[in-house]
């Protein structure tokens, strides 16, 4: 039975990641800041344990990788972010609040990559996978949402030296697609299900010279 540990498993992409693999009979660590109030989450059948989590509390992840120190991990998905103040003027920085997106977009997932590295190189897929946004490619962009693309951006430079830095593994970030999540909104053209079963079948084709890539759920190539 393969594992999947990842965080911000309690609502969208990170609940619907926990229900199919859970039915695909993978085991499941999932993790989130406060399993109490995650009903959905608690209800998922299937082989699925539930630890609290604050992504960016950084000695917590690295408490959390001691306490599984003995797993043997197939494929770690960080997938806990935020999206931060839409609109950030030049002439308004605003250091707190990018600091706060950075932190929990850029930082957390190398924090849980770095205190799960072990149980990753002893699972039998390798696979580290970060969930990006193609607002983090530079090659694409047409301005606007500096916080966030700026965060996505420093996330893709984060999984790229991960990538180079541990051949071991297979680290690839992927873009989800506009999916109608509480992030994405209503009016989102992506459904959750449609969303994550693209990424799923993506990460299944995944093969070492895949490693440093980034990817949409459809399978697409995106410029860096």
Not at 166 to 171: H, K, S
Request: proline content about 5%; glycine content about 12%; overall charge neutral.
């Amino acid at each position: 039975m393969p594992t999947l540990l990842l965080t911000g498993a309690s609502r969208g992409l990170g609940l619907e990641f926990v229900r199919q693999y859970a039915a695909e009979g993978w085991r499941v660590i999932a993790t989130c800041r406060d399993p109490g109030r995650a009903k959905a989450l608690r209800e998922v059948p299937g082989a699925v344990a539930i630890h609290a989590l604050d992504a960016v509390d950084f000695a917590a992840v690295e408490r959390l990788g001691a306490q599984l120190a003995d797993e043997a991990i197939d494929l770690l998905i960080a997938n806990a972010g935020i999206s931060g103040p839409r609109e950030m003027p030049a002439e308004h920085v605003d250091g707190e609040a990018w600091g706060e997106v950075f932190r929990v977009n850029a930082m957390a997932p190398l924090a849980l990559a770095g205190a799960f590295r072990k149980q990753l190189a002893r699972g039998g897929q390798k696979k580290a996978v970060a969930i990006s946004s193609r607002m983090g490619s530079i090659a694409e962009n047409p301005g606007g949402r500096v916080v966030y693309r700026s965060s996505k951006a420093a996330l893709n430079m984060v999984w790229s030296c991960l990538a180079k830095e541990n051949p071991e593994l297979i680290a690839v970030v992927l873009h989800p697609g506009w999916v109608r999540t509480d992030m994405g909104g209503a009016g989102a053209p992506v459904l959750p299900a449609d969303s994550v079963a693209g990424m799923r079948k993506v990460i299944a084709g995944l093969k070492p010279e895949d490693s440093g890539r980034f990817y949409d759920y459809t399978g697409a190539a995106i410029a860096w």
